[in-house]
């Protein structure tokens, strides 16, 4: 978190995870139990609620100095004790999370609107945000660890909305190094298999992409115990027929299941990455 080129960011680690988990809920109360499941789980010091202002008020010394305001001030108006927590309060700080939130939103409306071009640019605006693994400087405790795990979901739809909005412009062949990589990387992710399997076939590797169909189900039988999902197994199927849907951009062979994922979770998220946001 930045104002003016100016951090605000803790470098001892406890610190760190308090302005973390008051991130997470800006503008709203973050309970002291809250705080202290984070930090300590469940084996808090005998003086943890000392313990825990003393950190609190750490924070407060870096937001002082960042914004270049009395700790006085801090205290009243920005990082304000509440209703047995805390709530921080942000006036034209930079927070990369929330670029990331508006451009994930507005990439997704334009994917949903099928203005694919548009969905590609937002999409690849929003991943830029990216350097690294989620929080990766920042120790995970109970309330910040599933937060994390939903932000890199909130990524991985990403990738794949922006995937699916390019084999829709037709970008069948430039999209296959990258869907590769994605799915050696992603081996259970059928949503990226079948935007591969697609797109082998648009590029007149239909041998390939039975393959790789073959080799999912394979490790899914193996590890899993389970045969794939009823739509993967569809598109398939089409691609053993030759079926001329294939070969529609508009077609609805990648949609449906991200949607199915996706819905309700965009708004959602309450999410960042690391602690540095700047650094994304």
């Avoid at 109360?29 to 808090?44: H, K, M, N, Q």
């Avoid at 076939?201 to 039988?221: D, T, V």
């Amino acid at each position: 978190m930045t104002h003016r080129d100016r951090t605000a960011v803790p470098s001892a680690r406890k610190p760190r995870q308090v302005l973390s988990a008051l991130l997470l809920s800006e503008g709203e109360v973050v309970s002291t139990d809250a705080l202290i499941s984070e930090i300590w789980d469940t084996r808090p010091p005998k003086s943890v609620q000392t313990t825990l202002q003393t950190y609190v008020m750490q924070v407060r010394k870096h937001l002082s100095r960042a914004l270049r305001t009395p700790a006085a001030e801090i205290a009243g108006e920005v990082l304000i004790t509440r209703n047995g927590g805390y709530t921080l309060e942000l006036h034209g700080a930079t927070v990369d999370l929330y670029e990331y939130r508006s451009l994930e939103r507005a990439g997704m409306t334009a994917l949903e609107m099928r203005d694919d071009e548009q969905a590609v640019r937002v999409f690849d605006q929003a991943l830029a945000l990216w350097r690294g693994r989620a929080l990766a400087d920042v120790e995970l405790g109970r309330v910040l660890e599933p937060e994390v795990a939903r932000l890199e979901r909130s990524r991985l739809t990403i990738v794949e909305s922006r995937l699916e909005a390019e084999l829709r412009r037709g970008r069948h062949r430039e999209s296959l190094s990258e869907l590769t990589s994605l799915t050696a990387r992603y081996s259970y992710n059928e949503n990226l298999h079948a935007l591969y399997m697609l797109a082998l076939y648009r590029s007149g590797l239909r041998s390939k992409a039975l393959e790789i169909y073959r080799e999912l189900r394979a490790w899914m039988i193996e590890e899993l115990g389970i045969e794939p999902s009823p739509r993967l197994q569809q598109l398939h199927h089409a691609l053993l027929t030759g079926a001329p849907e294939l070969d529609e951009l508009s077609g609805g062979w990648t949609a449906s299941a991200r949607e199915e994922e996706t819905a309700g979770q965009r708004d959602s998220f309450r999410n960042f990455q690391s602690i540095e946001f700047a650094a994304w």
